[in-house]
């Protein structure tokens, strides 16, 4: 079995889908498990129709739903010359449901109705891709995730349960290979035991193709994306990025957590654990070798890696009580920081302070200084940036550090980590 994962930009238009469609060819004698994400922009158009949903605001939940339905009919359209598709109804369905929610009464719980409605990205764009590909001559099978994945309630930041998940795999998905060559289904969502749509977080139909790739014990995992491979930083600020060729799971997932965007950081682990090999090819040319990610480690520290997260805030606290960072104010302020669901990016401890850095687009720094206020002193500092280096040397240190004022610098091995802001 070859899982293949297609993320939202290739499945943007009828263009791309046509390529995916090529792309699933060259693999026509293989079984394939292909994970779509939803189409383009559509996730964060959903997003924004549940706030509507949510304040109650009609007219823009109305508008915005049929933005959404026309970009969906345009791809259809031009994927489908006539209209006897069943995909059509299908497609309409969808959209009848969301047209009629905002009549309905909804639940007390945001993150509940947030899934409910934004698995829907997901919903379309396999139901119009799977009918793209058996018009096109592929044998394929759309299968539901929300029948596949087992998860816990933690709506929109949900846990897989792996027993149940492994077991309705076997059951319902494996079978369907009997008379398919090729399984289209959904990134990112997943059930509650009583059948309620969960999501596995933003990003996450990577995690899905991991999840599936584990439990049908597939040979490989290829992620396609609309960049060459992994890259030793992001495009977007350095002009000369490298590809790393080959590079170790455990260096796939130090890089992912330090905040390389190119794969969500839960994937790797379950392929770790499988020995499964993990590729990330160009869907623009996929003939390119790519970047594979697998167990050796002997190629990861060729090239030093760089790793940018800006709009960074910093937070200091102490307490109060002249009471020194102790193990008791850790659990406390730990404690306090997991309950509102703030993830920290770079923590540091002096004797009467804890500093922590988490994104500021994340949170709201208003809220966070509310939270420790009653027993700590809080100070913070915005707009910084973090900057990790795998694999440093001096003259790459220099380079980075350049014109900007260090407010925490870390350093280990193989990582080194600084927190600071740009000199104007
Ligand atoms: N569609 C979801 C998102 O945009 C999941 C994914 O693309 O991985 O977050
Ligand atoms: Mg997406």
Redesign the pocket.
Known sequence: MLVFKF??ASVKNAEAIQNVSKILSLYATEKRLVVI??MGK???ALEEIVQALWDKNVSTYKYLVEETYNFHLKILNQLFKEHHYAVHQEVESVFDFLRNKIDQPISDNFDFEYDQIVSL??ILSTLIVDAYLREEGHLSVWADTRKLIRTDRQYRDSNVDWTKTQELINERLLPLYKSAKLVVTQ??IGHTSEGFTTTLG?????YTAGILAYCTDAKSVTIWKDVPGMLNADPKWFENTIKLEQISFKEAIELAYYGASVI?PKTIKPLQNKQISLYVKSFIDPSAAGTVIQSSMDYDHLIPSFIFKLEQVLFSITPKDFSFIVEENLSDIFETLSKSGIKINLMQNSALSFSFAVDQNKINIDKVLDLFKDKYEVKFNANLELITIRHYDDETITKMIHNKTVLIEQKTRQTVRFLARKID
């Open positions: 993320g939202g994400s939803a559509t996730t964060n990205g997901e990134g990112f933003r990003e996450g139909s990577d969500h």
